[in-house]
């Protein structure tokens, strides 16, 4: 009996197209995305070859990015919908040190300009509330309204020693207050707290809170916190000259600048311990070593920048954090410019790796 003729057709054509884009360098797009963060075809580039090459998070997080940008195909759209966050992240530890500094600061942060503020933090902290204080400015709020995280049920309060502990930072003492138009607000104190206002306390989801407190957190890291009290970028040039007088108090500066901050040293001196005025001595040197430079002005934008980052990293839903930008720098400001890239990045991928947050092949 004759064989039945059975008819094959195989269409290589896919293939070969896979191969082509698993075989391209995603840093190499991922750099041009750093120049223009709001290119579609970069993160459609981005999409081809994370998918091509079976890294379902990549390919996931370059789909957001187009969903957020409007852009998105269907195929794009259909992988964004499989994997958009839902629900809080749960990761399996929190960030450490390390991590803050390979994964989730921006390049332009630099770290020892950094240190030196964290070496005068707490006497700055101690001079502001004592010149609040004498002006009638310090906010003092009542015993009443300071919340016990472990017993609390109000969404917003619970927000923060979850985010803390993920971002492995101290949780600040709490206080709620209905009526303060605020959100979540730092208040200088020894040691310092955070108000809780009526902005966070309806209205917000979950994924809203989480950004919120994540990029309110970051600004309790020592190396930045000065940015709670002088956030002008005149005001943190005089600090950070003060520090630098202190580690060498010969420094050769104009008069007019010396004028201003040698009694801004001479404030800040008397309060520090011996080792802080020895280390600020050693950042001195350091700071000779590397070129004698800083830009305060862009130093100040990235950490803003490294706060929106760290938001992200909590929400876990890059739209829900470009809309709470949006509102604030209206569309395509620099904070979302750069989480768009940021979101894109090999470095956010490795981060949600370690903390176990990563979209899995099956996703």
């Given at each position: 009996m004759p064989q039945a003729a059975v008819n094959v057709e195989v269409d290589l054509t896919d293939l070969e197209s896979n191969a082509f884009e698993a075989g391209e360098d995603p840093d190499e797009v991922w750099r041009r995305l750093r120049r223009n963060p709001t290119s579609a075809e970069g993160y459609r580039q981005l999409f081809r070859i994370q998918s091509a090459r079976g890294d379902a998070d990549a390919a996931f997080r370059a789909s957001e990015a187009l969903v957020a940008l409007g852009a998105a195909n269907a195929d794009e759209q259909a992988c964004f919908e499989r994997g958009r966050a839902q629900t809080l992240i749960a990761p399996r530890g929190s960030l450490s040190q390390a991590a803050w500094h390979d994964f989730l600061f921006h390049p332009e942060q630099e770290l020892l300009t950094g240190q030196i503020f964290s070496l005068i933090a707490p006497a700055v902290l101690v001079g502001r509330v004592t010149?609040?204080?004498?002006?009638?400015?310090?906010?003092?709020?009542?015993?009443?309204?300071?919340?016990?995280?472990?017993?609390?049920t109000i969404t917003a309060v619970r927000a923060v020693p979850w985010a803390a502990a993920i971002l492995g930072l101290a949780c600040p003492t709490l206080h709620v207050e209905k009526t303060r138009d605020c959100g979540f607000e730092h208040i200088p104190g020894v040691p310092p707290c955070?108000?809780?206002?009526?902005?966070?306390?309806?209205?917000?989801?979950?994924?809203?809170?989480?950004?919120?407190?994540?990029?309110?957190l970051t600004w309790y890291r020592q190396e930045i916190y000065v940015k709670t009290l002088f956030s002008a970028v005149p005001d943190l040039e005089d600090l950070f000259l003060a520090a630098l007088t202190i580690g060498n108090p010969g420094l050769p500066i104009a008069e007019d600048m010396k004028r201003r901050v040698t009694p801004i040293a001479q404030a800040i001196q008397p309060m520090l311990e011996p080792?802080?005025?020895?280390?600020?001595?050693?950042?001195?040197?350091?700071?000779?070593?590397?070129?004698?430079?800083?830009n305060l002005q862009r130093w100040s934008a990235s950490t803003d920048k490294?706060?929106?980052?760290?938001g992200l990293v909590l929400c876990g839903d890059l739209g829900t954090a470009l809309a709470l930008l949006e509102a604030e720098e209206g569309p395509q400001g620099e904070l979302a410019k750069d989480l768009l890239?940021?979101?894109?990045?090999?470095?956010?991928?490795?981060l949600r790796r370690q903390l176990g947050v990563a979209k899995a092949a099956s996703s």
């Open positions: 010149s609040l204080r004498r002006d009638g400015k310090l906010h003092q709020p009542s015993p009443e309204t300071k919340q016990d995280t472990a017993k609390a955070t108000v809780i206002g009526k902005r966070v306390l309806s209205g917000k989801s979950q994924l809203e809170q989480a950004f919120l407190v994540g990029r309110h080792q802080h005025i020895d280390a600020l001595r050693g950042c001195f040197l350091r700071f000779v070593e590397e070129g004698g430079r800083t490294t706060a929106a980052r760290a890239w940021f979101s894109a990045s090999d470095r956010y991928g490795k």
